[in-house]
């Protein structure tokens, strides 16, 4: 069965304080690992795609990178509105059409 | 439309009543996906829509819950004689073309918030 973990479960943030997100995942034939950003009392939002060891994606202040175990999404120079759940996911090759979600991060930055 | 519309976004019921969360994909996504996301937790798969007809249902937790899709598009998700257990929020997506390797982007509702008294 696929397994998603994600650490820490909340970060607190200065604005500025760069940082970085954990998502270890046990996957059989990785399809594609997953970001989502998901804001209060709506649904998780798409970031990255990342599909291979040693891939990496940018957004703004965010990027994202991949192992064969791990996946990590940086935040450099944090602003209030990083503010967020953020979501890991990942599709094996035995249900490539289903993603299994880690229980996310929430990260709080202030000004 | 141009996003995942889901309705109601909030209900409120006894335990014991039945209830429908109605779920309108974006024109085109010919996938479908019902989740399930409680306090604290990661999101839960429910089922799996590829059209009309449901491939996977595995996530569904019991009997009480059912859901259906009628004409390639709205879907409803059904609990019976709810549970305190079932309060969560039901989050529908959406998925469009197919992606690289199999893998594909959903397209997420703001949900539906249910609270079993």
């Known amino acids: 069965e696929d397994q998603v973990t994600q650490s820490p479960e909340a970060l607190r943030l200065q604005e500025g304080e760069s940082s970085s997100l954990n998502c270890s995942y046990t996957v059989s034939g990785l399809r594609g690992l997953f970001w989502y950003r998901q804001d209060p009392g709506k649904g998780p939002e798409f970031l990255f795609t990342?599909?291979?060891a040693g891939e990496e994606k940018e957004k703004e202040r965010l990027k994202a990178t991949l192992t064969k175990k791990e996946s990590f999404l940086h935040i450099t120079a944090p602003k209030p509105e990083d503010s967020a759940t953020y979501l890991c996911a990942a599709a094996g090759a035995s249900n490539d059409y289903k993603l299994s979600f880690g229980a996310g991060t929430t990260v709080t930055v202030r000004a | 439309g141009a996003g995942v519309s889901q309705s109601p976004s909030n209900k409120v019921t006894e335990k014991g009543k039945d209830v429908e969360l109605r779920c309108d994909p974006i024109?085109?996504?010919?996938?479908l996906y019902w989740y399930r996301q409680s306090l604290g937790q990661g999101l839960e798969f429910l089922i799996y829509f590829q059209g009309n007809s449901a491939p996977d249902k595995s996530g569904l937790p019991s009997d009480r819950f059912s859901a259906e899709r009628t004409g390639g598009s709205v879907s409803t998700l059904t609990i019976q004689r709810t549970q305190q257990e079932d309060s969560a929020v039901y989050l529908c997506a959406g998925r469009g073309g197919q992606g690289r390797s199999g893998a594909n982007v959903l397209t997420f509702g703001a949900g539906s918030r249910l609270t079993v008294l």
């Open positions: 990342l599909y291979s």
């Open positions: 024109s085109g996504h010919t996938a």
